[in-house]
């Protein structure tokens, strides 16, 4: 295998991990949105639930769809 054959193999491995990483990142922001509106309906409060899941309180009430009371 020539160095060149070795650096587009390698390229393509990055790639795959990159790629890997972003469809991993699409589900967990799903799944923490998905917990995110259970807690809420739950009437667990907004300041808990960021704390819980390491966000601010804006960010809980823009995935909730809300503005801030």
Known sequence: MSAD???IQDLRRAAKRRDDADDERRFATAELHKYVHLARAADVGVTEIASAAGLSRQ???????????
Not at 62 to 69: A, N
Request: hydrophobic share 35%; net charge negative.
């Open 5 to 7: 054959d070795k650096i």
């Open 59 to 69: 960010a809980v009430y823009e995935i909730l769809g809300q503005q801030p009371s």
